[in-house]
């Protein structure tokens, strides 16, 4: 019988995405038996993040600065948008550089069901920011569910007075695909072959 301190720890790491009893069993006895390479490190690193952890106020990326590094990096394209549902999604569209501009995070996306509304997002926030203007092209990288098609026809009708490409991830996507389980390769084709909004 492992002590209470040891079991708090297991339970927190099983509820992980990801992992489960099994697993989090074999990570905790992993890290007591490492405790100087495994324990420790990750120790300081979660510390590390938890002091500095910060929603960045221009896109919703989560970071540990504000703005996050996507958007304070100068080589990035400022004239190209990226919306995506959450920020998993932009990782997984960032994971290997696929897109060369900057993001925008709406924190979710509609959902009758849900009751999750147009306000409730970060909507308003992106149409703030392409009517500041410098923005040439906008890509709804929703995911190709049908609560993430919604959202990027309600937000194509919200956005069709600007003077910009309006551009969404090509059906090469599976139905119901999630842009975070992806691979890269079928995710830069999305993006390669993105098509005009009709
Ligand atoms: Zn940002």
Not at 9 to 30: F, I
Not at 35 to 51: D, G, I, Q, S, Y
Request: hydrophobic share 40%; proline share 6%; glycine share 8%.
């Amino acid at each position: 019988m492992a002590s209470p301190e040891i079991e708090t720890l297991t339970q927190a790491l099983a509820r992980l995405p990801g992992l489960g009893p099994r697993s989090a069993r074999r990570a905790v006895l992993h890290l007591l038996k490492k405790r100087e390479t495994a324990l420790a490190p990750l120790l300081r690193a979660l510390e590390a993040v938890n002091e500095r952890l910060a929603t960045c106020s221009i896109c919703g990326n989560v970071d540990t600065t504000d703005p996050c590094g996507i958007c304070a990096d100068p080589r990035r394209d400022a004239r190209a948008l990226c919306v995506v549902e959450d920020v998993p999604d932009l990782w997984a569209l960032d994971r290997s550089r696929l897109f060369p501009g900057r993001y925008h995070v709406l924190g979710g996306r509609l959902s009758a069901l849900e009751g999750v509304r147009p306000e409730d997002l970060r909507i308003d926030s992106l149409v703030s920011r392409i009517a500041a203007g410098g923005i040439d092209e906008v890509v709804l990288a929703m995911n190709a569910t049908l609560e993430g098609q919604t959202t990027a026809h309600y937000i194509a009708e919200r956005i069709e007075r600007f003077p910009i490409r309006l551009t969404q991830l090509a059906h090469g996507l599976p139905v119901g695909g999630e842009l975070d389980y992806l691979d890269e390769g079928t995710l830069a084709q999305a993006l390669r072959a993105r098509r005009p909004v009709a």
